[in-house]
């Protein structure tokens, strides 16, 4: 049973346009979505995290939306820069008690 | 990250062979984690630490175990590889009192059975 769905599997985007990755989770109890951002021949790295108390989160060009009704969230990246071409994954824990669960990715190019 | 680091970097072996990948961090981070990644599959939690005396298994532990043989160290086993193991695996650390709990990532095995 796939906890964490990631969609879509890959995005081309044109450099200055508006990236956008979509997560859901099934888990009512998870209450820590971080999404990680890794490079190629790299380890993946924590980019930005949520917890279910705001409904977003920005940090820079990046922010995180939240809908727990939903029990979706989503990463948009503003202003995407070739920089910004890697996999992203989302993920999901009930904070400090269990491992994170993570989704399947998502292989970002961003193309001048 | 330099302060999680993996040995060895890349390996090829061969079906039945014991393999044993190595797991070290300088952050003095309680919590430790052993991932396999798979082009289209994501990452896939094999086993994790929360302390020295604490083992549990993650979503794909068969063919796999660990060993915590130390705060710093954490290793993982291929008793008997076979070809399905061959994929990127990474070890992780995280410390839910100094870091909350986000976890650091070494720079990956890259294992081939044949």
């Known amino acids: 049973q796939q906890q964490v769905k990631q969609s879509p599997q890959s995005l081309i985007v044109q450099k200055g346009g508006i990236s956008i990755i979509n997560c859901a989770y099934e888990?009512?109890?998870?209450?820590?979505f971080p999404w990680y951002q890794q490079f190629p021949g790299k380890g993946p790295a924590l980019l930005i995290a949520i917890r279910p108390d705001v409904s977003e989160k920005k940090e820079g060009r990046f922010t995180i939306s939240f809908n727990k009704s939903a029990k979706q969230f989503s990463l948009h990246i503003m202003d995407s820069q070739p920089g910004d071409s890697a996999t992203y994954f989302c993920a999901a824990s009930i904070w400090g008690n269990t491992p994170l669960v993570f989704g399947k990715g998502t292989r970002l190019s961003v193309i001048a | 990250d330099a302060d999680v680091t993996q040995t060895p970097r890349n390996r090829i072996t061969k079906t039945g062979k014991r393999i044993m990948l190595e797991c070290s961090q300088t952050k003095g981070h309680d919590r430790m984690y052993w991932y396999r990644q798979d082009p289209g599959l994501g990452l896939r939690l094999i086993y994790y630490?929360?302390?020295?005396?604490?083992?549990n298994k993650g979503e794909i532990s068969d063919g796999y175990s660990v060993s915590r043989q130390a705060q710093a160290k954490f290793s993982l086993s291929l008793e008997s590889a076979i070809p399905n193991q061959t994929a990127l695996y990474f070890c992780?650390?995280?410390?839910?009192?100094?870091?909350?709990?986000?976890?650091?990532f070494g720079p990956g095995t890259r294992l081939t059975v044949l």
């Open positions: 888990n009512t109890a998870f209450d820590y």
């Open positions: 630490s929360f302390d020295v005396k604490d083992i």
């Open positions: 992780a650390t995280s410390d839910l009192r100094t870091a909350a709990d986000t976890q650091y």
